[in-house]
C-alpha cells in the first residue's frame, strides 16, 4: 500500500513538475514575443515618422522601392547634387533605400545651425577607417567621448605652435626643398605626389620630431597610407563588414602592416624620448595607451612635445578600455595628410596657372623678409599667401562634403556640399568659380593697407561647429610657412608642352625653377 502511495505521489509530483516547467516555458516565450513586438513597434514608428518628416521636403521621385541607389562615381554625385539644388532649392532629399534618407542642404544660415548642434555619430562609413586604425578616442565615436581629447588636441597645436614665427621648422623646409632638387634632376614632378610627399613630412615632423626625417621606413609608411586610404572608401561602401571577401582581408594584412610600421617610428623615436605605456587595468585584453614625451638630457626635437593625452583619453575616471595602441596617431596622420595634400596640390595648380599672381606673393614674401628683424620670417604679415592659401582651400575643399548621421530620425544622413556651397554664386558673387585671393582682403578703414578678412558663413573647408577640424589654423600657418620658403628659392611652372601632348588641367606636371640671386 505504501509503495503505490509513493508511486502515485510520484506521479502527481511529475505532472506538476512538467505542468509547471511548461507554464514557465509558455512565460518566458510570451516575453519574449512581446519584447520582439515592441522593439519592431518601435522600428515601424520610427520609420513612419521618417516618412512623415521626409514628404515635407522636396526631392526627385523614386522610381523603385530601393529608392535613388545607383548614385554612380563621385564626381556623377556631385553633378547629381548640384542639379537637384538647382531644381528644388537649398534643401532636397534623396532616398538611398527604403528606410535610408539623405538629405542635401546649401542654405549657409541653415547649415551653421545644424553643424553647431550636430553631436551625433559620424555615419557608418566610419567603420572602414576603424578596420584601419582600430578604435580611437578621437575619431569615429561620439563627439561626447572625443570632445575632451579633440579640445586637449587643438589647445595644444594653438599654443605650443602659433607662438612661432613659423609653424615648420627651418630643418624641415630643407629636407622638402632638398627632395624637390632630387625630384628635379629627373624633369618634372607630379603635382599631386609631390603634395602628398610635402604634407607626408610636415606631418610626421610635427607628431615624430626630427627622428622621423631619419626614419628608413618612412617612404613606404607614406605608401602604405596613401594606398589604405584608397581602398577605405571602398570597403566602406559595404553595409555590412564583408568578412566572406578575399580582398578584404588583404586589406586586413595592409593595415596590420601599417599598424606595425607605426609603433617602430613610436620606438623609433624612444631612442630620443621617453616611451611609456599606459594599460587599463580593469581590461583583459591590457591594451596599451601610447605616449612621447621628452625625456631629460635628450636631444631637443622641433615637433610638438607630444602630451600622452593625445593618445589616449580619460573620461569620467575610466580609461578607453578597448582603444587600440597607435590609434590615434593614424588616425591624425591619415586625416592631416589627406586634408593637407589636398591644400598644398590645390595652390601649386592654381599659382602655375596664374603666374602674375605667384609674382605678387614672391614681392610680399621678399618685402617681409626684408623688414623682419628676426631670421625667420613672420608669415602673419604676408596677407596676400594666407589670402592665397584660403582661396584655394574655397575652391577645391579636402572633402567635398561635410557629413552627419542623426540617430533620433532612423539614422538620416545629412550632407552640405562643401564643394558647391564654396563656388555658389549668391555667396561669392558672379566670380564665384575664378581663383581671386582678394576676396579674402579688405581695405583697413580709409587706408590703403589690406587686412585679412575671413569672414565667410559659406567657407567651410575644414568644418564646422562640434566636429571642426582641430588643427585647421596650425596647417594654414604650417602651409604658409612653407610657401614662403619655397617662392622664395623657386618659381613653379608647368611643365613645358612637348608637341601636341595634352595637358590635363588638374594634378599637371610642374617644374621648380630655381630664383636668380
Given at each position: 500500500m505504501n509503495s503505490i502511495l509513493k508511486s502515485v505521489n510520484g506521479f502527481i509530483s511529475s505532472e506538476s513538475a512538467r505542468e509547471y516547467a511548461k507554464k514557465e516555458f509558455?512565460?518566458?516565450?510570451?516575453?519574449?514575443?512581446?519584447?520582439?513586438?515592441?522593439?519592431?513597434?518601435?522600428?515601424?514608428?520610427?520609420?513612419?515618422?521618417?516618412?512623415?518628416?521626409?514628404?515635407?521636403?522636396?526631392?526627385?521621385?523614386?522610381?523603385?522601392?530601393?529608392?535613388?541607389?545607383?548614385?554612380g562615381s563621385r564626381e556623377n554625385f556631385i553633378d547629381l547634387l548640384s542639379e537637384s539644388h538647382d531644381k528644388y532649392g537649398s534643401v532636397f532629399k534623396l532616398w538611398l533605400g527604403p528606410t535610408q534618407l539623405l538629405v542635401s542642404m546649401?542654405?549657409?544660415?541653415?547649415?551653421?545651425?545644424?553643424?553647431?548642434?550636430?553631436?551625433?555619430k559620424l555615419p557608418c562609413i566610419g567603420k572602414a577607417f576603424r578596420l584601419a586604425f582600430g578604435r580611437s578616442s578621437l575619431f569615429f565615436c561620439s563627439y561626447d567621448q572625443a570632445q575632451k581629447g579633440r579640445e586637449s588636441l587643438a589647445l595644444e597645436l594653438d599654443d605650443k605652435m602659433l607662438g612661432r614665427a613659423n609653424v615648420i621648422p627651418k630643418n624641415v623646409v630643407d629636407c622638402i626643398t632638398e627632395g624637390v632638387d632630387a625630384s628635379m634632376s629627373t624633369g618634372s614632378v607630379d603635382c599631386k605626389l609631390i603634395s602628398q610627399h610635402m604634407a607626408?613630412?610636415?606631418?610626421?615632423?610635427?607628431?615624430?620630431?626630427?627622428?622621423?626625417?631619419?626614419?628608413?621606413?618612412?617612404?613606404?609608411?607614406?605608401?602604405?597610407?596613401?594606398?589604405i586610404a584608397k581602398d577605405a572608401s571602398f570597403w566602406a561602401s559595404y553595409r555590412f563588414t564583408p568578412f566572406w571577401k578575399r580582398g578584404f582581408w588583404k586589406y586586413q594584412s595592409l593595415c596590420t602592416e601599417l599598424k606595425c610600421l607605426t609603433l617602430d617610428i613610436v620606438q623609433q623615436c624612444g631612442k630620443n624620448y621617453?616611451?611609456?605605456?599606459?594599460?587599463?587595468q580593469n581590461s583583459h585584453?591590457?591594451?596599451?595607451?601610447?605616449?612621447?614625451?621628452?625625456?631629460?638630457?635628450?636631444?631637443p626635437s622641433s615637433g610638438v612635445e607630444m602630451q600622452d593625452n593625445f593618445f589616449y583619453q580619460e573620461l569620467g575616471g575610466d580609461l578607453i578600455a578597448r582603444e587600440e595602441p597607435c590609434g590615434n596617431i593614424m588616425g591624425l596622420m591619415f586625416h592631416g595628410c589627406i586634408a593637407t595634400t589636398s591644400l598644398i596640390g590645390s595652390i601649386l595648380e592654381r599659382l602655375v596657372a596664374d603666374a602674375?599672381?605667384?609674382?605678387?606673393?614672391?614681392?610680399?614674401?621678399?618685402?617681409?623678409?626684408?623688414?623682419?628683424?628676426?631670421?625667420?620670417?613672420?608669415?602673419?604679415?604676408?596677407?596676400l599667401l594666407l589670402a592665397t592659401i584660403y582661396e584655394s582651400a574655397r575652391l577645391l575643399p579636402a572633402g567635398p562634403l561635410l557629413q552627419r548621421c542623426s540617430l533620433?530620425?532612423?539614422?538620416?544622413?545629412?550632407?552640405?556640399?562643401?564643394?558647391?556651397?564654396?563656388?555658389?554664386?549668391?555667396?561669392?558673387?558672379?566670380?564665384?568659380?575664378?581663383?581671386?585671393?582678394?576676396?579674402?582682403?579688405?581695405?583697413?578703414?580709409?587706408?590703403?593697407?589690406l587686412v585679412q578678412d575671413t569672414s565667410f558663413t559659406a567657407f567651410l573647408p575644414f568644418g564646422s561647429g562640434m566636429r571642426t577640424c582641430v588643427g585647421q589654423k596650425f596647417v594654414i600657418r604650417g602651409v604658409a610657412?612653407?610657401?614662403?620658403?619655397?617662392?622664395?628659392?623657386?618659381e613653379v611652372r608647368p611643365r613645358p608642352q612637348l608637341g601636341n601632348d595634352p595637358k590635363s588641367t588638374t594634378n599637371p606636371e610642374i617644374v621648380f625653377v630655381k630664383r636668380g640671386r
Open positions: 509558455n512565460a518566458i516565450l510570451w516575453i519574449a514575443l512581446i519584447t520582439i513586438t515592441a522593439l519592431l513597434l518601435d522600428k515601424v514608428f520610427t520609420l513612419f515618422r521618417l516618412w512623415s518628416k521626409a514628404s515635407k521636403i522636396p526631392g526627385p521621385p523614386c522610381n523603385s522601392f530601393f529608392g535613388h541607389g545607383n548614385l546649401k542654405d549657409p544660415t541653415l547649415i551653421k545651425d545644424m553643424l553647431s548642434k550636430a553631436g551625433d607626408f613630412t610636415i606631418l610626421g615632423t610635427t607628431l615624430f620630431g626630427d627622428t622621423f626625417l631619419a626614419w628608413s621606413k618612412a617612404t613606404f609608411y607614406e605608401e602604405l597610407l596613401m594606398m621617453k616611451l611609456f605605456c599606459h594599460k587599463d585584453i591590457g591594451t596599451a595607451k601610447v605616449g612621447i614625451k621628452a625625456a631629460s638630457g635628450a636631444p602674375e599672381m605667384q609674382d605678387k606673393i614672391y614681392s610680399e614674401i621678399m618685402k617681409v623678409k626684408k623688414g623682419s628683424v628676426r631670421e625667420d620670417q613672420d608669415v602673419e604679415e604676408m596677407l533620433k530620425d532612423a539614422g538620416a544622413l545629412l550632407v552640405v556640399p562643401a564643394q558647391l556651397l564654396q563656388m555658389d554664386g549668391s555667396s561669392w558673387g558672379s566670380d564665384a568659380s575664378k581663383f581671386n585671393p582678394y576676396r579674402f582682403l579688405s581695405k583697413a578703414g580709409k587706408g590703403s593697407d610657412t612653407l610657401f614662403a620658403s619655397l617662392l622664395e628659392h623657386y
